[in-house]
């Protein structure tokens, strides 16, 4: 039977500092419905990875375009910037379930789209760039949905715990998603591989049909009268996102997550091969570069158990102020540390640094807004932590390009400790206006 949905306590919007009861231990992994939800979702994250690893090998060997190499990491980022508060107006106003369903069936459209160019080999420029960008629309749509669901399946109580295990769950498919990916791609080839890579999507589609939590069940379940939740327009969207500025707790959380997003973001990977040859890692195919690429996942995956296994560290505007620092800190040591044992202790601190940060800013995020908005100030949280990863591209790889990838990485880590403490002085403020 699923565990019977409880009145969450509505955390208004002006909250100075969210508060929570401190939560069982791998409270969401006890939940019997969480627990399928944090697996399908990992999967699903693993078979997005496994979509790159493969159709990226693909599109080198067909096209040899350094423009559509560029054009990837666009088009899977900058939905999230311009259609975020648009997903959460959707989570806000339908079944979680049906939103998070569309997103996965897109995902798995695209893969078998994929795979049939490939099989008939008609693959043209403008039809990768079409699959690549519905691709990043398909993650866009799962995003806020999948904040919503997770807050019904345990309550406020439990939700720091759901929220951690959640990023900790897609750390572990980012981590073996170019693993998978990579033996896919051996064994079956791209074409069949891409075909079997659809089918990874199922587990979490087909969960969101037996389970009945809704992202908004624990809502009805409260017993206060509805509120209307109306169609997202402009004037709404503008509107979500000027009562957001309004609220220092919630915009300090926003400004944290774009901080690492815009200055270290996606760019890290990328710039590893130049990073993997002054340390002395090797070739690029070798076990020391990979090494370097797997640290800051592991540090993501074993730094998540940790963190849920100790329960120190509390779902705060100042813990995750703390944890970002840590974060800018570790990528700043990384850039300018010569030591290739350094170098993989610092990006695994920052792994750990990086979860704690985003699990933390999401759970403050569901905490302090608005239920009624809760959907659509996700959006807005999204759009900032996942549409800004676009911006990595400028500030360490276009200045790198100029003065470096050591000085970009260096300088762009450096700005994000800036911003960090500029964060918490505003939050900080917020809060001795609203005392």
Not at 255 to 280: D, N, R
Not at 329 to 354: C, E, Q, W
Not at 385 to 412: E, N, P
Request: hydrophobic share 50%; glycine share 12%.
């Amino acid at each position: 039977m699923p565990t019977r949905p409880e009145p969450a306590p509505a955390v208004g919007g002006t909250a100075a500092e969210p508060t929570a009861v401190a939560p069982r231990r791998f409270a969401a992994l006890r939940n019997r419905d969480c627990r399928p939800y944090l697996v399908g979702g990992a999967l699903a994250m693993m078979a997005d990875n496994i979509e790159h690893v493969i159709t990226y090998w693909v599109l080198w060997q067909t096209f040899h375009n350094e423009l559509l190499v560029g054009f990837q990491v666009i088009s899977h980022w900058v939905p999230f910037l311009l259609l975020s508060v648009w997903s959460g107006g959707l989570a806000d106003r339908y079944d979680c379930r049906r939103v998070i369903q569309a997103g996965q069936a897109l995902f798995m459209i695209v893969s078998i789209t994929w795979g049939v160019l490939f099989l008939t080999h008609s693959l043209q420029l403008w039809m990768a760039c079409v699959l690549l960008v519905l691709h990043g629309l398909a993650g866009t749509l799962w995003g806020p949905a999948e904040q919503l669901m997770l807050h019904d399946f345990v309550g406020t109580a439990e939700l720091p715990s759901a929220v951690r295990m959640n990023s900790t769950f897609k750390s572990l498919g980012v981590l073996f998603g170019p693993v998978a990916g990579s033996a896919l791609l051996l064994g079956l080839g791209p074409t069949w591989g891409i075909f079997a890579n659809a089918a990874i999507y199922l587990p979490l589609t087909v969960f969101l049909f037996r389970t009945r939590f809704t992202g908004h069940t624990r809502e009805a379940a409260a017993g206060d009268t509805p509120v209307r939740k109306p169609r997202l327009t402009l004037a709404d969207a503008v509107r979500t996102l000027r009562q957001v500025a309004d609220n220092h707790v919630l915009m300090s959380m926003i400004i944290l997550g774009g901080l690492g997003s815009f200055f270290v973001g996606a760019s890290l990977q990328s710039a590893m091969p130049v990073f993997a040859g002054e340390l002395g890692a090797g070739s690029a195919g070798g076990a020391g570069y990979g090494a370097l690429l797997f640290a800051t996942g592991a540090g993501g995956v074993l730094g998540g158990f940790l963190l849920e296994a100790t329960g120190r560290i509390p779902a705060s505007v100042r813990a995750a102020v703390v944890s970002t620092a840590v974060y800018g800190l570790a990528i700043l040591g990384f850039a300018v540390t010569r030591s290739y044992p350094v170098a993989l202790a610092l990006l695994f601190v920052a792994g750990i640094a990086n979860l704690a940060s985003m699990s933390i800013g999401q759970t403050v995020v569901q905490l302090t807004a608005d239920p009624a908005e809760r959907g659509r100030v996700l959006g807005v949280y999204g759009m900032s932590s996942s549409g800004l990863r676009a911006g990595s591209g400028f500030t360490v790889g276009i200045l790198g390009a100029a003065v470096g990838i050591h000085w970009s990485l260096g300088l762009s880590a450096a700005a994000l400790c800036v911003g960090t403490g500029l964060a918490a002085l505003y939050a900080r403020r917020g809060a001795l206006i609203s005392a």
